[in-house]
């Protein structure tokens, strides 16, 4: 069971993974060269955030997740955020399925865009590793293989989608109303809707918390897709700090659930009791 958690709560959450891609196939031309970036006002994070949490298959915990910013790095002569989101496996689990997963960004630190992204997935026998280079000069993805593709402008990958997301401000917005991101995975770009459901309180270990509730819709054929596949509860304050994330199965459902956390920006204001 641990070994659909990961793909279900990370890659589904932000990885646009539809049937409907918007461009697939290598670069042919090459926009000009900007001559400056975007700058996105962050409140959300910085380095040194930890985020972890219990994945649980009803009661039952199947393994442990964990978000962080060790460090920042410099790429393209820029400041970027080195992303992290890891999971892996607990016993009993571990014994017979043994999960121990890596996605990685590197973040603009300024515009919250991705210069690279890294995936490292080892579960039980099964293992696949994908590198991928941003040029948002040129507006391309290269992949460990070589292979360019051209992308939309300041287009994301699973981990950035995320972190950008935590940045947007959702005071305005009603229940219903949809945030689209654009996202390359794998050889394509594709649209990722961001459904906002409105707030809700919630109680996990950590704490009880008012929250934003989030669902991202997969898009199929043009149309959004609604399916209540996966809802994220978000802190209703600047920080945005991801408490819980769920996801319907064929029986029963997965839950993430925040256990612990250090390094925020600020104090969680959301925070009830």
Excluded: C
Aim: hydrophobic share 35%; glycine share 8%; aromatic share 10%.
């Amino acid at each position: 069971m641990i070994s659909i958690v990961i793909p279900l709560l990370f890659s589904l959450l932000f990885g646009g993974l539809s049937d409907d891609p918007q461009n697939s196939g290598s670069a042919t031309e090459k926009t000009s060269a900007k001559t400056a970036f975007r700058s996105v006002e962050n409140n959300a994070f910085i380095e040194g955030e930890r985020l972890v949490f219990d994945l649980r298959y009803g009661i039952i915990k199947a393994g442990e997740g964990e978000m962080r910013i060790p460090e920042v790095t410099n790429i393209n002569g820029r400041d970027a955020y080195r992303v992290q989101l890891t999971a892996r496996s607990v016993s009993p689990f571990s014994w017979v399925y043994k999960v121990e997963d890596l996605w990685e960004s590197h973040l603009d630190k300024k515009g919250i865009f991705p210069w690279r992204f890294i995936e490292r997935i080892r579960e039980g026998g099964y293992s696949r590793d994908t590198n991928v280079e941003f040029d948002h000069i040129n507006n391309t993805a290269v992949t460990k293989d070589g292979e360019e593709y051209s992308v939309p402008e300041y287009v994301h990958d699973m981990v950035s989608a995320f972190y950008y997301v935590r940045t947007l401000d959702f005071d305005d917005l009603e229940p219903g109303d949809i945030i689209t991101l654009e996202n390359f995975h794998r050889d394509s770009t594709y649209t990722l809707g961001v459904l906002y459901h409105g707030r809700e309180e919630v109680s996990v270990k950590t704490g009880t918390f008012d929250t934003i509730v989030i669902e991202p819709l997969i898009q199929e054929g043009g149309l959004f897709q609604h399916d209540g596949a996966i809802h994220i509860w978000l802190t209703n304050d600047k920080l945005r700090v991801p408490v819980r994330m769920r996801t319907r199965i064929p029986v029963g459902s997965i839950t993430a659930e925040l256990s612990r956390y250090s390094g925020l920006r600020d104090a969680i204001r959301a925070r009830v009791q």
